[in-house]
């Protein structure tokens, strides 16, 4: 009776294949299968870690797929072929976290009879150097699962857990008052454009919210003799406190009002024929564009132009010669390899003191401000948290 409920079972689930062939068929089930509990068995399970001066500690377990019948052991292995294989998945470019960096309590998981999940495992991860924190690099740190006495299966889906460590970003900023004025800043060369990005994070302390009030307090400004990228706060027809995008001979408006005292990432990304601009990583608005080509010979990071309110707070300025997908913009918006391809010009403005500001790529675009028109805020979480 058995063997006839094997191949009644074999012919339900290859259907019109000879019974002769359910003999050698094998099953793909979760009978007696380990894999790491944070997963929840997703191939592509990571979980972010904020970290900042002090250590931060998190759970593994590894789960049994039916309650043991004896004891099994279980090894949590560091595999950072594992972040490797996650980063050409995901878009992303993760360093694997030396193993200095943090420590488990114990490498070996242990599942007791009558259970089906572990003691935990803890993972401490220890402040970033500051080697580590001035690089713009971003850690992340991955395990992997395997049995230590070969009595369960690992589950591959399960088998891979990636902490990613999101920096908390605490570091001065300089806030430019409503005279300030860098003025043109001139490469000597054009520098060709079809796709580009500009990223900054802003905060502003003054801001209308009419119609046609405190409008063209321009940011980000990039030209050439028939191109420009422009991006200010209000303009006539709209709110103050609204953003306004030129580029291309076309215009786009945010659909964001903006609040003062509050920090803002924003990304504006042009493909050639298309423009989106995210704020926090979130898609605000897109348009279609004529595909007129961008280039640049000059820009100003910020323009008096006598319309500017209060005081500007910004914070890593960055121009890239590519599109910057979704995935990127988000996983980077605090902090930067300023190695990173693509990239033209990168201003951190985290100096601390004086007027000169710092070209993290070492392409020569630094600048300067005269006078006494900024001044320096210690201590800044530039995420707003």
Known sequence: MRNLNKYILCGLVVGAAALTGCENAKYDTLSNQAYILQTGTDANSSEKITIGNDPVATSINVRLSDKAVEQSKYRIIYDAA??????????TAYTALPESSFSLSTNEAVIEPGTSVSSSVDLTINPLTAEMKNSGKKYAVAFRLESADGKANILPSGSVMV???DQVVIQPVVAFNSMCNFGEIQLGRTVDLPEWTVELNINKDQLRTEVGRGNNQAFFGAYSDNSEIYMRFGDAPIEGNRINIKTQGTQMNSQMLFNTNTWYHLALVCTGTKLYFYVNGVLDNSMDLPGNGNSMSCFSTYIHNGYHLGNTMMSELRLWHKARTQSEIVNNMYLCDPTSDG??????FNEGAGSTFKDATGHGYDISTPGTEYRWIQ???IDGK
């Open 82 to 91: 594992a972040l490797e294989k996650y980063n050409t998945k995901n878009g």
């Open 163 to 165: 902490y990613l460590l």
């Open 343 to 348: 990239l033209e010009f990168y201003f951190k």
């Open 379 to 381: 201590d800044v979480r």
